[in-house]
């Protein structure tokens, strides 16, 4: 069974642009949530959607957003880039349960120069 | 608010070299503790998940145990190649199906 798929792996942009980040979940998965991952904060819940629908919103500012797809494929965009942007974002896919295990992907390193 | 320290930061043992890996946690309702292996630039790599006190799962070298406040994972006789970062999360009751994660245990096994 193919896992959690990410793409771009790499991108380069500079400050004030935006960037779309694109994740293809396990097969059968319902679920997709994004995290971002940087050496100071470690990782942190971005967003989390299912059926397209955003179910829980981590604690970050608005130039963040995403969307769902009815193959349950997802996008996140970053708008107005800030040299603060550039980390590892990594999406996770999950079946549907309360608990069932959210399996990451590779992860798409941003770096905004 | 939910909070998840791991300790140490950083361990190197040499090969063989049993240890445990603690993660503290304060929730006001656990609905499932994870942990996950990353290697440097790669995604985690989901272990093991716990959901109640006392409960044990073992895979391998790794054994994952959890209380009502931490959870241990234990390694038995490591080789090189289990060096990566352990990390340990969790999901609270009310949360949603959002993750907390630790900082992250950074280990490194020497032949």
């Known amino acids: 069974k193919a896992g959690v798929t990410q793409t771009p792996r790499y991108l380069i942009k500079t400050r004030g642009q935006q960037v779309t980040l694109s994740c293809s979940p396990i097969s059968g998965h319902r679920s997709v949530s994004w995290y971002q991952q940087t050496p100071g904060q470690g990782l942190q819940f971005l967003f989390e959607y299912f059926s397209e629908t955003q179910r829980n919103k981590g604690n970050f500012p608005g130039r963040f957003s995403g969307r769902q797809f009815s193959n349950s494929r997802s996008e996140m965009n970053v708008s107005t880039l800030e040299l603060g942007d550039s980390a590892l974002y990594l999406c996770?896919?999950?079946?549907?349960?309360?608990?069932?295990?959210?399996?990451f992907g590779p992860g798409t390193r941003l770096t905004v120069l | 608010e939910d909070q998840v320290t791991q300790s140490p930061e950083a361990l190197r043992l040499q090969e063989g070299e049993s240890s445990s890996l603690n993660c503290s946690y304060t929730?006001?309702?656990?609905?499932?503790l994870f942990w996950y292996r990353q290697d440097p630039g790669k995604g985690p790599e989901f272990l093991f998940t716990l959901y109640s006190a006392g409960e044990e799962k073992e895979k391998e070298r790794l054994k994952a145990t959890l209380t009502k406040k931490e959870s241990f994972l234990h390694i038995t006789a490591p080789k090189p190649e289990d060096s990566a970062t352990y990390l340990c999360?969790?999901?609270?009751?009310?949360?949603?199906?959002?993750?907390?994660f630790g900082g992250g245990t950074r280990l490194m096994v020497k032949p």
């Open positions: 996770a896919s999950r079946k549907q349960g309360a608990a069932d295990t959210q399996y």
């Open positions: 999360a969790v999901q609270e009751g009310n949360a949603g199906n959002m993750l907390t």
């Open positions: 929730v006001s309702g656990l609905r499932g």
